[in-house]
């Protein structure tokens, strides 16, 4: 079981400390809930019920500095093909970013990064729900990143950007 003063990962919600372990009566039954607090959205207050599996799935330890960097080193030397139809790709995509495995959102990260640069030397763009696709798996490493490597939350996207670039 966790316990109060962890910082874990919690699904899309990023990184959060658990304040407490508390039964609480919700619709008028008593359950534990794990009460997390975002680390970077300190107003809000999330309750995971500690008898309820798949909540408590979503949450996960925190990787370490040289984890990160062996996830960065690993996915700039493999990506995800590309997938033509874009219905299909649309599908596959949203497959990744909610099963919350974050080397393969850095592979589809690398991916996108690729497509874009191809694309771009013929003066293309990706389409823009590839752009936001790219968008949303950079902000669901943001918070863990941000946070490990010390580095404020905007810099990080610059920062999984110039390392698998210089990688590939």
């Not at 316990?3 to 008028?28: K, N, S, V």
């Not at 974050?102 to 874009?116: A, S």
């Amino acid at each position: 079981m966790l316990e109060p003063g962890q910082t874990i990962l919690y699904g899309t919600e990023g990184i959060c400390t658990i304040e407490a372990i508390e039964t609480l009566r919700i619709g008028g039954k008593r359950s534990k809930y794990y009460v997390l607090r975002p680390v970077y959205r300190t107003r809000a207050t999330i309750y995971v019920p500690t008898d309820n599996e798949l909540l408590c799935s979503r949450m996960r330890p925190v990787l370490s500095e040289p984890e990160i960097e062996s996830l960065l080193q690993s996915a700039a030397g493999e990506s995800i093909s590309w997938i033509d139809d874009p219905n299909e790709r649309k599908q596959v995509f949203a497959q990744i970013l909610s099963g919350g495995d974050r080397r393969r959102v850095l592979h589809l990260i690398r991916m996108l990064y690729v497509r874009r640069r191809e694309l771009q030397k013929n003066g293309k763009h990706l389409r823009i729900a590839d752009e936001q696709t790219l968008r949303d798996a950079e902000k669901l490493l943001n918070d863990e990143f941000a946070h490990v490597l010390h580095i404020p939350q905007q810099d990080v996207p610059d920062y999984i950007r110039s390392r698998m670039e210089r990688e590939a």
